[in-house]
């Protein structure tokens, strides 16, 4: 069968284009016929797969994703019929992705009343209303029980189309304990003393995973403590404001940026605690990489995979609404008690629960359940 993938880009360490390419492997594999539809492809490409790059550009953001849709479906419309699997909100799909937040509910609640008579929100709520609004037949695969909620509660008549799937961490992430040689090699080569705490953060973003509130949390430890502590984040944005911040913070000299990379387990192996605070996140999926590795993980209640923490109890789970001070609280108490605590062996015995990595075979047998009856093998 034939499939199109629709993507806005491709970058290898955003988790969405992760599970992207895990889908997108395991359809190859199954013999299916794989057209990938994106503006931009950074990394290696799966050698059978037919990458179409969509020659459009425009001076905003919401004027380039109509085009981008626009060239799509004229390039759609000169072939069979056949499924379109996004992952990014969009007309056109058959299959949607869920690897964003309800958009309705974080205009409701994140924005001003203004907000609704802007261009920019008349485009994503026309482009979420286009997969989950009463006349839509599009399926979408839903990735938390969060995710589920806001979505019914903003488009009650999508529910039929609505798919729960399990997460997809890649099996090499899992470990049976944590490795102190790459704990030592790691610390060696950035400089940090065996005994120093290393906070950790991962991710693309920094604005929504929450790297102020990191470091505010940060700042906020007790002297001796900070003194003994770094905070080393890791991911594809630029850092500058939050080095400003981390100066005014008085934190500068225990924070340090790195661009995104594939070597991440290194760093989970290195590290003391992750800190994942984000404002919102649709699953994140560094979470599960952490509990799975033995890292300890303090994280907040509006990333979707934060009750796999729960569940786990790999490390505690900051209440939604937000709290600064709780989180700053919690922080400290972790780190008071972070060697005797149960709280990386718990994640690295949760690991081995099989659940965790088969994202990309539900999604496969989820598409030809709903397609293949009517596109057949072609």
Not at 266 to 282: C, I, Q, T
Not at 333 to 342: G, N, R, T
Request: net charge positive.
């Amino acid at each position: 069968m034939k499939i199109s993938f629709l993507i806005y880009s491709y970058f290898p360490y955003g988790g969405q284009q992760r599970d992207f390419l895990r889908i997108v492997n395991t359809c190859l594999s199954r013999g299916h016929e794989i057209d990938v539809y994106t503006m931009k492809w950074q990394g290696e490409l799966p050698e059978a797969l037919n990458l179409i790059t969509v020659p459009v550009k425009a001076m905003t953001k919401t004027k380039l994703y109509r085009s981008f849709t626009q060239w799509v479906e004229k390039a759609l419309s000169r072939q069979l019929p056949h499924p379109v699997f996004g992952f990014n909100k969009m007309p056109l799909l058959d299959l949607y992705f869920a690897a964003d937040p309800c958009f309705a509910e974080k205009a409701d609640t994140q924005r001003g009343a203004y907000y609704k008579y802007t261009g920019r929100y008349r485009h994503f709520k026309n482009y979420e209303n286009a997969i989950f609004g009463d006349n839509s037949k599009t399926h979408a695969l839903i990735l938390s029980p969060q995710q589920h909620k806001a979505f019914l509660k903003y488009y009650p008549a999508c529910s039929e189309r609505l798919h729960a799937v399990p997460p997809g961490i890649s099996r090499d992430r899992m470990v049976s304990s944590r490795d102190t040689d790459v704990r030592r090699q790691l610390r060696e080569e950035f400089s940090i003393a065996g005994d120093t705490v290393l906070l950790l953060q991962i991710g693309s973003g920094f604005r929504v995973k929450g790297v102020d509130r990191s470091l505010r949390a940060l700042a906020s430890l007790p002297a001796q403590i900070r003194a003994n502590t770094h905070f080393m984040l890791v991911g594809q944005d630029k850092p500058r404001r939050f080095e400003k911040l981390a100066r005014k913070l008085g934190v500068r000299e225990q924070f340090s940026v790195l661009s995104g990379r594939d070597d991440i387990p290194r760093f989970l192996a290195g590290a003391d605690l992750l800190l994942h605070p984000a404002y919102v996140e649709s699953a994140g999926y560094v979470l599960l990489e952490a509990t799975i590795a033995g890292l300890p993980v303090l994280t907040t209640a509006s990333c979707g995979y934060s009750f796999h923490i729960e569940q786990a109890q790999s490390g505690e789970v900051c209440s939604d609404p937000f709290s600064q001070e709780e989180l700053n609280t919690r922080l400290l108490a972790m780190l008071e008690c972070i060697d005797m605590a149960p709280w990386s062996e718990n994640g690295l015995v949760y690991g081995k629960k099989d659940e965790l990595y088969a994202l990309p075979d539900a999604v496969a047998d989820i598409i030809e359940e709903l397609f293949l009856p009517k596109h057949g093998s072609g």
